[in-house]
């Protein structure tokens, strides 16, 4: 299957034009902390470090007859430890994925949901009209801007898993009446949003994460808004940091941080008591790839009856629950190499810190932590929810 | 060797469906496109044939939305001529009318293998593959998922219920309607396909006259209606019989 000749140079030029500092891959150390602290480096037949040393060898060809790079879960953690501080996440790996990817070495089933994210708009393959239909019975109602045709303050981008998945709906509905509580002139597109695109790019597929992006810009220019707030982290990370180099560029916020700056106005309506202790997991891309770690905290904090804990792996240490990257559509590939799933380490690290919830501020965590906890020993004590869910109880 | 794959676009199911005023049509309005799924098998089952033999490898559709995506896609894929047949896609409905304009074409290009997805889920009027190998006087298997070539001839790989499967060799020319490719369609990227399309061509032909005779006329399109026609007849064994037999009796079937 593979054809393309790949030689250290014409892959550098790639990287090098991928990534705004993709220059740095010349300056590793070969110090190893990268493949150390990579949760799944073990499995990996070319960890981060192992992979430079092919590139420097000019032998990528090798890497390319090799499929466990497909074990990334894009989750930062080499990124953040790497002192030569090289763009390992969404350079190098993504840049491998992306060979890899033309070089037809892909599992079928990222194929299917790469598939899906160009033909539907997300990667479950839902329908597009049916977007915004978790709103249905909201009150007051959801402001989709389509129909409304008048600007507001706040555009939420709700993203694919809020939208569509059963479980993460509940996420969504919170937020909702959050929002709603607090008086917030805010609407979604509905059928017109797109993927954020975020996890397509760092699984290696470049071309079709610039055509959502293309999508969602043009979207986001028939409308007149203050700032964009995500469910997502991905979607927050892609629109902060990804979407101006394409010329798209707007003032945007994960949830948590504009309800935290809110908290004064928010604090008031907290009133019912959620009597736990609850510890609060780290997505990658609001905390170790974005640097925000005290919103989702303040926020817990605000609860009355909180107890907050915090598990052994916290802050930019904190675990990855295995959905990024392309993770979440790899489940079953992952499965056949790993036998576990990062999400069993992370739950049974919350149970060790002795919480009765695990709270989240990602899309993806909340399905697969409650996957971990249904299939952990003693995990059935453990409730899994989104801090929007909290906040959502307490106001009540 | 030549090696044709053929394709049709059918009303994609993850949009629901909505009938039309006439009520003997789909609401095209909100409808969408996509490659019939079994017919992306048998573009892939060409493709591997083409990286095994080095087959010269024809893709073949009828102009729809969506066409040119599937064309450029299997370009991408390492088709090597791709084919557009311009006309009524409203007729694409008929197999009958669609196989015999289709073997009109081709005739004229004299391929060795004809591959297609062994049905569709809008065939109306049986599968286009045996009409198209009757039209051609070619024989013609189906519920095929493997096709090797070996000595001038072609063995498929067919399943049969029961976990039974038969290897079987055919003589070219020949027609196969696949059920599965040997490995899941291949996903090309985005730039891959771009690039495809900046460098390929696609090749409009006009679609020849139709004949639709064969095929089947929509008198009435309907959702599946709900009503209660059912009535529950209470009793012993020897009245329930006895009230059956009468009713049997009263509406003509004994």
Same mark, same amino acid.
């Given at each position: 299957?593979?054809?393309?000749?790949?030689?250290?140079?014409?892959?550098?030029?790639?990287?090098?034009?991928?990534?705004?500092?993709?220059?740095?891959?010349?300056?590793?150390?070969?110090?190893?902390?990268?493949?150390?602290?990579?949760?799944?480096?073990?499995?990996?037949?070319?960890?981060?470090?192992?992979?430079?040393?092919?590139?420097?060898?000019?032998?990528?060809?090798?890497?390319?007859?090799?499929?466990?790079?497909?074990?990334?879960?894009?989750?930062?953690?080499?990124?953040?430890?790497?002192?030569?501080?090289?763009?390992?996440?969404?350079?190098?790996?993504?840049?491998?994925?992306?060979?890899?990817?033309?070089?037809?070495?892909?599992?079928?089933?990222?194929?299917?949901?790469?598939?899906?994210?160009?033909?539907?708009?997300?990667?479950?393959?839902?329908?597009?009209?049916?977007?915004?239909?978790?709103?249905?019975?909201?009150?007051?109602?959801?402001?989709?801007?389509?129909?409304?045709?008048?600007?507001?303050?706040?555009?939420?981008?709700?993203?694919?898993?809020?939208?569509?998945?059963?479980?993460?709906?509940?996420?969504?509905?919170?937020?909702?009446?959050?929002?709603?509580?607090?008086?917030?002139?805010? +609407?979604?597109?509905?059928?017109?949003?797109?993927?954020?695109?975020?996890?397509?790019?760092?699984?290696?597929?470049?071309?079709?994460?610039?055509?959502?992006?293309?999508?969602?810009?043009?979207?986001?220019?028939?409308?007149?808004?203050?700032?964009?707030?995500?469910?997502?982290?991905?979607?927050?990370?892609?629109?902060?940091?990804?979407?101006?180099?394409?010329?798209?560029?707007?003032?945007?916020?994960?949830?948590?941080?504009?309800?935290?700056?809110?908290?004064?106005?928010?604090?008031?309506?907290?009133?019912?008591?959620?009597?736990?202790?609850?510890?609060?997991?780290?997505?990658?891309?609001?905390?170790?790839?974005? +640097?925000?770690?005290?919103?989702?905290?303040?926020?817990?904090?605000?609860?009355?009856?909180?107890?907050?804990?915090?598990?052994?792996?916290?802050?930019?240490?904190?675990?990855?629950?295995?959905?990024?990257?392309?993770?979440?559509?790899?489940?079953?590939?992952?499965?056949?190499?790993?036998?576990?799933?990062?999400?069993?380490?992370?739950?049974?690290?919350?149970?060790?810190?002795?919480?009765?919830?695990?709270?989240?501020?990602?899309?993806?965590?909340?399905?697969?932590?409650?996957?971990?906890?249904?299939?952990?020993?003693?995990?059935?004590?453990?409730?899994?929810?989104?801090?929007?869910?909290?906040?959502?109880?307490?106001?009540? | 060797?030549?090696?044709?794959?053929?394709?049709?676009?059918?009303?994609?199911?993850?949009?629901?469906?909505?009938?039309?005023?006439?009520?003997?049509?789909?609401? %095209?309005?909100?409808?969408?496109?996509?490659?019939?799924?079994?017919?992306?098998?048998?573009?892939?089952?060409?493709?591997?044939?083409?990286?095994?033999?080095?087959?010269?490898? %024809?893709?073949?559709?009828?102009?729809?939305?969506?066409?040119?995506?599937?064309?450029?896609?299997?370009?991408?894929?390492?088709?090597?001529?791709?084919?557009?047949?311009?006309?009524?896609?409203?007729?694409?409905?008929?197999?009958?009318?669609?196989?015999?304009?289709?073997?009109?074409?081709?005739?004229?290009?004299?391929?060795?293998?004809?591959? %297609?997805?062994?049905?569709?889920?809008?065939?109306?009027?049986?599968?286009?593959?045996?009409?198209?190998?009757?039209?051609?006087?070619?024989?013609?298997?189906?519920?095929?998922?493997?096709?090797?070539?070996?000595?001038?001839?072609?063995?498929?790989?067919?399943?049969?219920?029961?976990?039974?499967?038969?290897?079987?060799?055919?003589?070219?020319?020949?027609?196969?309607?696949?059920?599965?490719?040997?490995?899941?369609?291949?996903?090309? %990227?985005?730039?891959?396909?771009?690039?495809?399309?900046?460098?390929?061509?696609?090749?409009?032909?006009?679609?020849?006259?139709?004949?639709?005779?064969?095929?089947?006329?929509?008198?009435?399109?309907?959702?599946?209606?709900?009503?209660?026609?059912?009535?529950?007849?209470?009793?012993?064994?020897?009245?329930?019989?006895?009230?059956?037999?009468?009713?049997?009796?009263?509406?003509?079937?004994?």
């Amino acid at each position: 299957m593979v054809t393309t000749e790949v030689t250290e140079r014409s892959f550098y030029e790639k990287v090098l034009e991928a990534t705004p500092r993709g220059e740095q891959l010349r300056i590793c150390l070969e110090c190893g902390n990268c493949s150390g602290i990579c949760p799944f480096g073990y499995l990996m037949t070319y960890p981060p470090s192992r992979l430079i040393a092919m590139l420097r060898a000019d032998r990528f060809n090798k890497v390319l007859e090799t499929d466990t790079v497909w074990m990334c879960v894009s989750c930062y953690a080499c990124t953040a430890v790497c002192p030569s501080k090289i763009p390992l996440t969404f350079g190098l790996m993504t840049s491998v994925k992306e060979e890899l990817l033309l070089a037809g070495n892909v599992p079928p089933e990222l194929q299917t949901a790469l598939a899906n994210s160009q033909r539907y708009g997300n990667p479950q393959g839902e329908s597009p009209r049916k977007r915004a239909d978790w709103a249905k019975d909201i009150r007051p109602e959801v402001t989709v801007m389509a129909q409304a045709k008048r600007p507001v303050d706040v555009l939420w981008f709700v993203g694919d898993y809020p939208s569509y998945h059963p479980r993460v709906q509940s996420t969504t509905k919170a937020v909702a009446k959050v929002l709603n509580a607090l008086g917030v002139d805010f +609407g979604i597109l509905g059928p017109d949003e797109s993927s954020d695109g975020d996890s397509q790019r760092l699984a290696g597929e470049r071309g079709l994460f610039e055509i959502l992006v293309g999508k969602n810009g043009k979207t986001f220019s028939k409308y007149q808004f203050n700032k964009i707030i995500t469910t997502d982290p991905h979607a927050f990370n892609a629109i902060k940091n990804e979407y101006p180099q394409l010329g798209i560029s707007y003032p945007v916020q994960h949830y948590t941080e504009y309800l935290t700056e809110r908290l004064d106005q928010l604090k008031p309506l907290l009133k019912h008591e959620v009597k736990a202790k609850v510890t609060y997991h780290d997505p990658c891309y609001l905390g170790r790839a974005n +640097g925000v770690f005290d919103p989702p905290r303040t926020l817990l904090g605000a609860i009355p009856g909180v107890e907050l804990v915090e598990m052994a792996h916290n802050h930019a240490n904190s675990l990855c629950c295995g959905g990024g990257g392309g993770g979440m559509w790899l489940d079953g590939f992952q499965w056949e190499k790993a036998h576990v799933r990062m999400s069993d380490w992370r739950v049974r690290e919350a149970m060790t810190s002795g919480a009765n919830i695990l709270a989240v501020a990602c899309p993806y965590e909340t399905p697969r932590f409650e996957d971990a906890v249904k299939s952990m020993n003693g995990g059935g004590q453990l409730i899994v929810r989104d801090i929007a869910e909290l906040l959502a109880e307490s106001i009540g | 060797m030549n090696v044709v794959a053929l394709f049709k676009l059918v009303p994609d199911l993850v949009e629901e469906l909505e009938i039309d005023q006439s009520g003997t049509a789909l609401n %095209t309005d909100f409808l969408r496109l996509i490659i019939n799924e079994l017919d992306d098998h048998a573009i892939e089952q060409a493709i591997l044939l083409k990286e095994r033999s080095g087959a010269r490898m %024809t893709v073949i559709g009828s102009d729809a939305e969506g066409a040119d995506d599937v064309l450029y896609t299997a370009v991408a894929k390492g088709a090597d001529q791709l084919i557009k047949l311009m006309g009524d896609p409203n007729a694409v409905i008929n197999n009958h009318a669609m196989a015999r304009a289709t073997a009109i074409v081709l005739k004229e290009l004299q391929p060795d293998l004809i591959l %297609t997805g062994v049905q569709a889920h809008n065939d109306l009027d049986g599968s286009i593959g045996p009409l198209v190998a009757e039209y051609l006087g070619m024989p013609y298997v189906g519920y095929v998922s493997g096709v090797n070539v070996q000595n001038g001839r072609i063995v498929v790989r067919k399943e049969y219920p029961g976990g039974l499967i038969a290897e079987m060799e055919v003589d070219l020319p020949a027609v196969v309607g696949i059920q599965s490719a040997e490995q899941p369609p291949r996903y090309v %990227t985005v730039n891959k396909v771009r690039q495809a399309m900046k460098t390929a061509a696609i090749e409009e032909r006009p679609l020849p006259a139709l004949d639709v005779s064969g095929g089947a006329a929509i008198r009435r399109m309907f959702k599946p209606e709900s009503a209660t026609r059912a009535k529950m007849i209470e009793g012993s064994t020897e009245e329930v019989t006895a009230r059956l037999l009468d009713i049997f009796k009263e509406i003509g079937a004994l």
